[in-house]
C-alpha cells in the first residue's frame, strides 16, 4: 500500500500480515507513518495504490462507518471526548457516529433510534465493565483521569464488536505503573479473540505482548518478526539511535 500527501510518501509500498488472534505491532520513530498506516486501514483515507484484505475480502477503500461495521474497531492517538458529558453518553455518541454514515439520523430523535439507543447504552455499559470502568460511567468526562480517558477510547472501540482493533499509542502519557495494567488489557482483548494491532513507543510493553512486529521509517517497511528478531536487526537500531 502507498499513501502521498503531495510530494510526500507517507507509506510508501509497504506490505504486511497481520496474524489473525495475535498483537500484531507497529513502531518506528516519530512521522514514519504509522497512523497514516491505521488511519488506511480503518477507512479514514483511501490509499493512493495498493489493496487492503480483510479476513480475505477486498475492502480498500471503503468508508469508515462499513468498515467499523465489518468488525475493524480504533482508537485514536489522541482522545477527544465530549468533556461536558457524561463518560457513558460518550461512548453511546461514539458508537453513533462510528457506525452510522447519516449524521442526521444520529441528531433526530425517532422510534428507530430510540431503539437504537437502548442498544447501545447496554452496551456501553458492557465494554465499560470490560475496561473495569463500570464506576464511572455517570461522571463526567472532564472530571476522569487521564489513564481513564484511555480506557474510555479502548472501550469506544470495543463498543463495535470488533474483531480486530487498530490501538494507537494507547499508553501514551500514563506511568509505567498504568502502562502494565493497559498490556493487561491488551491481553484480554486477545483473550476475547479479538485481534490486536498496536503503535506504541513503549518499548518494554511491545516486547512483552507483541507475535509480530513491523517497523515503519519515513514510510518505509525497514523490518518485520518477532520481538528477537526486530530486537536484534541492525537496520532498526540504526533507524531509532541515527534519528
Ligand atoms: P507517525 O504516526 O508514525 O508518527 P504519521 O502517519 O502521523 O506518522 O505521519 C507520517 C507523515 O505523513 C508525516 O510526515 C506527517 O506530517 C504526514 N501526514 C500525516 N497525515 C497527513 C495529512 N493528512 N496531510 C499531509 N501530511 C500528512
Ligand atoms: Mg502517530
Redesign the pocket.
Known amino acids: 500500500m502507498t499513501k502521498r500527501?503531495?510530494g510526500?510518501a507517507?507509506?510508501n509500498d509497504v506490505s504486511v500480515e497481520f496474524i489473525k488472534g495475535g498483537v500484531n505491532a507497529i513502531i518506528?520513530?516519530?512521522?514514519?507513518?504509522?497512523?497514516?498506516?491505521f488511519?488506511l486501514v480503518a477507512g479514514a483515507?483511501a490509499p493512493t495504490s495498493g489493496t487492503i484484505l480483510y479476513d480475505g475480502q477486498d475492502i480498500t477503500g471503503l468508508r469508515s462507518d462499513k468498515v467499523a461495521r465489518l468488525g475493524i474497531g480504533r482508537t485514536f492517538?489522541a482522545t477527544n471526548l465530549f468533556e461536558q458529558a457524561t463518560v457513558l453518553d460518550n461512548l453511546i455518541v461514539g458508537h453513533r457516529l462510528r457506525t452510522q454514515s447519516n449524521l442526521l439520523d444520529v441528531l433526530l430523535n425517532t422510534r428507530r433510534l430510540r431503539d437504537e439507543e437502548r442498544r447501545c447504552r447496554a452496551k456501553a455499559e458492557e465494554v465499560l465493565e470490560f475496561v473495569e470502568l463500570g464506576h464511572i460511567g455517570h461522571r463526567l468526562a472532564a472530571d476522569i483521569s487521564q489513564e481513564e480517558k484511555k480506557r474510555v477510547a479502548f472501550a469506544m472501540a470495543l463498543a463495535t464488536e470488533p474483531r480486530m482493533v487498530l490501538l494507537?499509542e494507547p499508553a501514551g502519557g500514563v506511568n509505567p505503573e498504568e502502562t502494565k495494567s493497559f498490556a493487561g488489557l491488551i491481553r484480554k482483548m486477545v483473550d476475547h479473540g479479538i485481534t490486536v494491532c498496536l503503535?506504541e513507543h513503549k518499548m518494554d510493553m511491545i516486547m512483552s505482548l507483541a507475535d509480530k512486529i513491523m517497523v515503519?521509517d519515513h514510510?518505509e517497511k525497514i523490518a518485520e518478526g518477532t520481538p528477537d528478531e526486530v530486537r536484534n536487526n541492525p537496520v532498526v537500531i540504526e533507524a531509532y539511535l541515527g534519528s
Open positions: 500527501f503531495g510526500l507517507a507509506v518506528g520513530p516519530n512521522g514514519a507513518g504509522k497512523s497514516t498506516f488511519n483515507i492517538q494507537d503503535i515503519l514510510g
